[in-house]
């Protein structure tokens, strides 16, 4: 027993490198924050409904929706447990395992003597008893399968909130993206309905004998190409609704959602320093966890070069004759240790470690890469918004200069000034025009939702579980 002990004060720590989280690649400040004001405490994001700063009540009733029938957030919660289900399993190799048995066997053996073998009668053995087994941890190998464990079941809650965030700004972006549709429909809809009225009144110039047929042809080719446009608007309205179906696990078939004003107010996100956003972003704690996991697997595979100790018991009654089975005559109990050591394996072990160290190494890449690619959305995000904010402001003084300009050629040609051929001119500038002021506002509010989504959504790595 002493040499156990002795084992056991020496071997007490677990083996393998300790974990230390790794520099990752930060910069001092996002180079596209040029008007942006680092947030504080008190203007940062919502936490949990950040999509609400958007104003919209039909948005919020579909967000509600999403943590309960989006599959892919069931997908990532079943995980979740799947992994913290694999930590309890690695921990219990640090108990002892105890089983109860008990038997009864009836058996007959050839006799070795001369007697004949009918005179060799059968004997019935009655066994009943405990067994107890346990495999010491001496080097720390369950230790680190443990630590393993709980790194992983860490990294997939930051999966599940990653799924939570990317299923909410998806649907944002598409019921945003929908939205568009219906103002653009709405758009062609009072399109076609002024054409309409231009071609009155050019057939009615064309009978009074003040306009040629060819300003009819040309207003009948005007109205029925914008009704083409109108009719093709719908496509993509009805593909963004099933989309939104999808992520609210509905069939298609089973949900609608009527047209309506894209009446939304752009909010202003906060931002924080770079460095904040290692422990805002889901992907990055959940990579950074992964990577300690990855460091405690080369723990469990430097064990195994030391020599493993394991201790067993029994106690329990053997007897053949049942009325005497719990009886001292039938006791019997034992005691034992065993201790192991590999001597040749062909290299398994050391390829272990190496594929140990080698998989750590690749998860170290892959945190500094999804660092690198969150700064590179909040960056690709705020450009987006910056510029498509200084865009915005000149679109919408050209649809005002678009519409003076049809309104006064109109008026030119109602007075025989100008051709038909201006109007149209006219008539199509105005109508790109607004069309492109349409879709920059759908372009910012993709954007505004994407650099939520980049920045965390309100979310930080101390909201990860622990036990």
């Not at 299923?167 to 054409?195: E, G, H, I, P, S």
């Not at 078939?253 to 107010?265: G, Q, R």
């Not at 039938?330 to 998989?359: K, M, N, P, Y």
């Not at 892959?366 to 590179?376: E, K, P, S």
């Amino acid at each position: 027993m002493k040499y156990v002990l002795l084992v056991l004060l020496v071997g007490g720590c677990a083996v393998g490198p300790d974990y230390k989280k790794p520099d990752a690649p930060i910069a001092p400040q996002f180079k596209e924050a040029q008007g942006w004001q680092e947030a504080q405490p008190r203007d940062q994001l919502p936490r949990g409904p950040w999509w609400t700063v958007f104003g919209d009540p039909e948005l919020d009733q579909l967000m509600a929706r999403v943590d309960i029938s989006n599959q892919n957030i069931k997908v990532a919660e079943a995980r979740l447990r799947q992994a913290r289900a694999a930590v309890d399993q690695a921990r219990a190799g640090l108990f002892p395992t105890i089983t109860a048995n008990g038997s009864v066997t009836r058996s007959k053996a050839p006799s070795l003597s001369n007697a004949p073998s009918f005179a060799t009668g059968a004997v019935d053995n009655y066994n009943l008893g405990l067994n107890a087994s346990w495999a010491l941890d001496v080097w720390g190998s369950v230790r680190r399968a443990v630590e393993a464990g709980d790194a992983n079941w860490r990294a997939s809650a930051a999966q599940l909130e990653a799924a939570r965030l990317s299923a909410r700004a998806t649907l944002a972006q598409n019921y945003f993206a929908l939205r568009v549709a219906d103002a653009t429909k709405r758009l062609l809809d009072d399109t076609v309905k002024a054409y309409a009225r231009s071609l009155e009144l050019t057939q009615n110039r064309y009978h009074a004998g003040v306009a040629a047929r060819v300003d009819v042809v040309q207003a009948e080719v005007q109205l029925k190409s914008t009704q083409a446009q109108l009719i093709d608007a719908e496509v993509s309205r009805a593909q963004l609704e099933h989309a939104i179906a999808l992520q609210l696990g509905e069939p298609p078939a089973n949900f609608a959602l009527a047209a309506s004003d894209l009446a939304l107010a752009m909010p202003r996100v906060p931002l924080a320093l770079p460095s904040a956003l290692l422990e805002r972003r889901p992907d990055i704690a959940a990579a950074e966890r992964a990577m300690a996991a990855a460091n405690a697997q080369i723990g469990v595979a430097k064990a195994a070069y030391f020599p493993s100790l394991s201790l067993s018991a029994a106690n329990g009654f053997r007897t053949t004759d049942l009325a005497n089975l719990i009886s001292s005559p039938s006791h019997f109990w034992s005691l034992g240790a065993a201790l192991a050591e590999g001597i040749f394996d062909g290299g398994l072990r050391r390829a272990a470690t190496e594929q140990a160290v080698a998989a750590y190494d690749a998860e170290v890449a892959t945190y500094r890469q999804t660092v690198l690619t969150g700064f590179q959305e909040v960056e690709d995000n705020l450009a987006a918004l910056r510029i498509l904010e200084q865009e915005a402001t000149l679109q919408d003084e050209v649809v005002a200069a678009a519409r003076r300009a049809l309104e006064l050629t109109n008026n030119q040609y109602s007075a025989g000034v100008v051709s038909y051929l201006n109007v149209i001119t006219a008539q199509t500038t105005a109508l790109s025009n607004e069309r492109t002021a349409v879709s920059v506002l759908g372009r910012r509010l993709t954007a505004s939702v994407a650099l939520v989504q980049a920045l965390g959504g309100g979310w930080t790595a101390g909201e990860l579980p622990k036990r």
